[in-house]
């Protein structure tokens, strides 16, 4: 059974960081892109960040480039979001999901959530003084 699995999530004051991770199971990661999605109370899941399975190129989302930061470690079977400057519109549960892809690059995939068939089951994210 193909699973991912979030962690790191948690609460945070503004301005504070955060790494999220998100472990593979049943699967390696190689040949997956791998993005971050979020969802905060009664507005829809967005896609966050995205990389592709080389971790040759990168994408963000507008209201999060420059302070977040999307890694993988395919030997470790594991993805990272490293999250920094947090503000309370950061405030959500964050997603990790998977897609099994070779493309160069992942950016024109984030804003559909049927572009990534594995879920993981979701952290929470709170930003608060």
């Known amino acids: 059974q193909l699973q991912l699995v979030e962690s790191g999530g948690g609460l945070v004051q503004p301005g504070g960081s955060l790494r999220l991770s998100c472990a593979a199971s049943?699967?390696?990661?190689?040949?997956?892109?791998i993005a971050w999605f979020r969802q905060a109370p009664g507005k829809e899941r967005e896609g966050v960040s995205c990389i592709t399975s080389s971790g040759g190129s990168t994408n963000y989302a507008d209201s999060v480039k420059g302070r977040f930061t999307i890694s993988r470690d395919n030997a470790k079977t594991t993805a990272y979001l490293q999250m920094n400057g947090l503000q309370p519109e950061d405030t959500a549960v964050y997603y990790c999901?998977?897609?099994?892809?070779?493309?160069?690059?992942?950016?024109?995939?984030?804003?559909?959530?049927?572009?990534?068939?594995?879920w993981g089951q979701g952290t929470q994210v709170t930003v608060s003084s």
């Open positions: 999901a998977a897609g099994r892809s070779i493309l160069a690059t992942c950016g024109s995939k984030l804003s559909t959530t049927s572009n990534w068939p594995i």
């Open positions: 049943g699967f390696t990661l190689d040949y997956y892109r």
